[in-house]
């Protein structure tokens, strides 16, 4: 399946109803495997539903399998299952350690925006999730890549700009699409970080809360990474 590369229809009125400052540094991070700890989440609502996660791969397409067979699940089956996951979780999912800290040391140094691939249907549900972990800051519920969304909101910025996520391409998409933007690869849950080396196009691999914020101001401060 190929991945929407460009700005959604359904992300575009979020974008220009978004107030920055272009004087104030700007911290983009993604949510799930960042913020929060999906992993978690999603093994318990597989449990309900008598799957589970057999941990092989980074993907989600062919390891999610049933317990009465072993056998995995089809993507057509991953995707519904996810919708309901969102539907039935998302509100709820716990919080990384040290998120709230972090980004609330951050916020005294720069803007920070929520861009999380939840569907825009659940963005209410992502929201109050956010907002009851201690994360009440702006969200862009995006679809597909995010280099192009990260362009958008750093074109008229005038001070640094950094970019949180877990997946390697959506590093590759922001490289390929706002460069200038300081790349950071992070991923909560310690079993799927050992699944998966340092993204490709990020600058640096960081692996707590305390290290993300402490690396962020010092380079707000510095400029050294």
């Known amino acids: 399946m190929t991945m929407f590369t460009g700005i959604h229809d359904e992300v575009?009125?979020?974008?220009?109803?978004?107030?920055?400052?272009?004087?104030r540094p700007l911290v983009i991070t993604d949510a799930d495997e960042v913020l929060f700890n999906f992993m978690i989440g999603l093994e318990d609502f597989l449990g309900s539903l008598d799957l589970y996660f057999d941990w092989s791969s980074f993907a989600l397409t062919g390891n999610i399998r049933r317990i009465a067979d072993k056998e995995p699940i089809d993507q057509a089956e991953v995707g519904a299952?996810?919708?309901d996951f969102f539907d039935q979780r998302c509100a709820g999912l716990p919080a990384?350690?040290?998120?709230?800290?972090?980004?609330a040391a951050l916020s005294e140094h720069a803007q920070i925006v929520v861009l999380s691939n939840v569907p825009p249907r659940y963005a209410a549900k992502?929201?109050?999730?956010l907002r009851e972990k201690g994360m009440d800051f702006p969200l862009i519920a995006n679809v597909g890549s995010k280099g192009q969304v990260v362009r958008y909101l750093t074109h008229k910025l005038e001070a640094p700009a950094y970019f949180?996520?877990?997946?390697p391409h959506n590093h590759s998409s922001v490289n390929e699409h706002a460069a200038h933007v300081h790349r950071l690869h992070y991923i909560a849950d310690t079993r799927l970080s050992k699944l998966l080396?340092?993204?490709?196009?990020s600058h640096t691999r960081?692996?707590?809360?305390?290290?993300?914020?402490?690396h962020i101001i010092r380079?707000?401060?510095?400029g050294d990474v």
């Not at 575009?12 to 004087?23: G, V, W």
């Not at 990384?96 to 980004?103: D, I, K, R, Y």
């Not at 380079?219 to 510095?222: A, D, K, M, N, R």
Request: hydrophobic share 35%; net charge negative; no cysteine.
């Open 12 to 23: 575009r009125p979020q974008l220009e109803t978004l107030a920055l400052d272009p004087a």
């Open 81 to 83: 299952m996810l919708s």
């Open 96 to 103: 990384v350690e040290g998120a709230a800290e972090g980004l």
């Open 126 to 129: 992502r929201r109050k999730g």
């Open 164 to 167: 949180i996520d877990d997946i």
């Open 197 to 201: 080396g340092p993204a490709e196009h």
């Open 206 to 214: 960081l692996y707590s809360w305390p290290e993300i914020s402490d």
């Open 219 to 222: 380079h707000i401060g510095t």
